[in-house]
């Protein structure tokens, strides 16, 4: 079993989970060709790959599905019923026959126990995942504005996290290429976690167990990996959490393959 972001950021976001009876994508923002070569460094074999699960449908998130599908016919894409009232340009132009609606917050793909939770975003929809597999769990939150006791709770005790530390407030408040307006958005309740954020979330969920953390959906305007992971680091530590003792943080990429963790 091993979990491995493939790509983590604005210009494309998708990560791999790998159960002992299959394997699924969370997002697919990436060109098929890009994908495809990712897998043949990470050696994964496509045909294994039996879903994608959709967080919501920004481009970054859901550019690649539809080649993915068209090309890999047994593959489903599952998707909250609720984003059907919609009517997304981006989700009626995917194979229907393809597309599993779920309405409940818990479902099955093989031996991986699924569940989805509302993340707070300036999207239509937007969901995390959770997926279980016998004691195993790895948990997935890349785009929300704030956390709450709920999101919390959904991602207590898992062995491997993918939390967003999409930037530093100082150089995005500071950053002259950014309007007003795109800041307000960003800093907002629907926006993207700060690292500070992050760090403040991870000193509450370390202490339910989780072990291992990944730093993700990073902004390549307003953050890097050394700034991320040292904000956090700090933070957990003026809570008397060591970065190295009591988590692992790692730190996941836009332009390539991120540590791979088999457990």
Request: aromatic letters at 8%; glycine letters at 6%.
């Amino acid at each position: 079993m091993r979990a491995v972001s493939i790509a983590s950021g604005s210009k494309g976001n998708c990560i791999y989970v790998e159960s002992n009876l299959t394997a699924v994508l969370i997002d697919d923002g990436l060109s098929l060709k890009s994908l495809e070569s990712k897998f043949k460094e990470l050696n994964i074999n496509a045909e294994k790959i039996e879903a994608i699960l959709l967080t919501h449908e920004h481009s970054d998130h859901l550019y690649g599905v539809k080649a993915f599908l068209n090309k890999y016919k047994k593959v489903k894409i599952y998707i909250p019923s609720f984003a059907q009232n919609f009517c997304l340009p981006g989700l009626i132009s995917l194979p229907q026959k393809q597309i599993e609606w779920y309405s409940v917050s818990d479902f099955f793909i093989k031996d991986i126990t699924v569940s989805s939770f509302i993340l707070p975003h300036d999207s239509h929809f937007c969901v995390g995942y959770s997926l279980l597999f016998g004691d195993k769990k790895v948990s997935v939150a890349t785009d929300l504005g704030k956390m709450s006791n709920q999101i919390l709770g959904n991602l207590s005790k898992s062995d491997i996290l993918f939390l967003e530390s999409n930037h530093d407030e100082q150089l995005l408040r500071s950053n002259v290429k950014y309007t007003a307006r795109l800041k307000k958005r960003i800093l907002s309740s629907q926006g993207h976690l700060s690292n500070t954020n992050c760090g403040e979330a991870l000193v509450y969920l370390v202490k339910t167990g989780v072990k291992q953390v990944i730093l993700s959906h990073l902004s390549e305007e307003n953050n890097t990996p050394l700034l991320a992971y040292t904000t956090v680091k700090n933070v957990l530590k003026e809570n008397g959490i060591i970065e190295g003792e009591h988590v692992c943080v790692d730190v996941a990429f836009q332009n390539q393959v991120g540590t791979v963790f088999n457990f």
